[in-house]
């Protein structure tokens, strides 16, 4: 994908989405990658015992997720400065998280060119499960 | 039980304080697994010889990865990983639930493999909110990782843990 730049970019752009859909296996793969054993992820007899209908991704992978996307965007020359989510509302594993993101500032400082997002996940009834936001750099053209 | 919890000035009074440091390490293989957690594909997380060709020290690691803790049996929580090291809060909280409530990270420097964290942590809020499932706690804490070599400050983070 070629570089973003800073001047290429406007308040209301929408980022190239990310479509995830997380399979049980991907659920364990970023348990032995994270470290978080919890059993709501991979044991559903566990999971539905504690009030859950059934297993469901974790929160911080959707947030991986949002970090992907930005990553993704801001190519080799960008950098994301902060990010992060809340996590409103359960995903499930084997159904569609569509990662997106919309700009909603950009300003230049101490030589510095900073994009501010709006960022979240969303199911495919569009309801969004981990809205957050984003502070990225990108380079000029200039 | 948990409907009748409440904040102590006892458990406020641990906001603020800061946990004993604890060891993070990145690794190739921490790296490649956190990247194959997330499922992206890109190179730079994967291959070293070309994350050493984009100008990095070896492989970058993925955005939200800041690290596995060094485990040590007894002293880290066998399901979360996290160290219980001194200094930290003790809530004694009666609720079973636990969920994830929300992750903010804050970088000033990129994280590649090879690079060893020194982590200190604090309780920094504490809320009770009523919920259909009965009182929920919502526990944010904020943690500072530091470069061990450079003593550089890398990345900050906020969780939030929702007990039910």
């Known amino acids: ?142 | 039980m948990a409907d009748e919890f409440e904040i102590t000035d006892e458990m406020r009074a641990q906001i603020g304080v800061d946990s004993e440091p604890w060891t993070y390490e990145v690794t190739t293989t921490s790296v490649r697994m956190y990247a194959r957690g997330i499922g992206t594909e890109d190179p730079i997380h994967y291959d070293v010889d070309f994350a050493k060709s984009q100008g990095f020290r070896s492989i970058v690691a993925p955005l939200g990865y800041l690290g596995t803790p060094v485990y040590l049996p007894g002293q880290n929580d066998p399901t979360f990983g996290f160290p219980r090291r001194a200094g930290g809060p003790r809530l004694n909280i009666p609720m079973k639930g636990l969920l994830d409530g929300g992750t903010e990270t804050e970088y000033l420097d990129v994280i590649c493999a090879g690079d060893v964290l020194v982590e200190t942590s604090h309780l920094a809020d504490l809320k009770l909110r009523d919920s259909a499932r009965g009182k929920m706690l919502f526990i944010t804490n904020e943690s500072v990782y530091k470069n061990k070599e450079t003593g550089q400050v890398v990345a900050k983070q906020r969780l939030t843990s929702i007990h039910y």
């Open chain 1, 1 to 142: 994908m070629a570089q973003v730049h800073f001047e290429d970019v406007k308040e209301g752009d929408e980022i190239p989405q990310l479509k995830k859909n997380c399979s049980t296996q991907q659920l364990v793969l970023w348990a032995a990658g994270s470290g978080d054993f919890y059993q709501i992820h991979y044991d559903k007899d566990f999971a539905q015992a504690t009030g859950l209908k059934g297993l469901i991704v974790h929160g911080a992978l959707k947030n991986a997720f949002l970090g992907q996307l930005l990553h993704d965007w801001i190519g080799e020359a960008g950098q994301v400065r902060r990010f992060g989510c809340s996590y409103r509302g359960m995903d499930e594993p084997n159904q569609d998280i569509l990662c997106r993101g919309v700009v909603t500032k950009k300003y230049s400082e101490g030589g510095k060119h900073f994009v501010e997002l709006d960022v979240w996940t969303e199911k495919p009834d569009g309801k969004k499960t981990s809205p957050g936001t984003a502070l990225v750099t990108l380079p000029s053209k200039n």
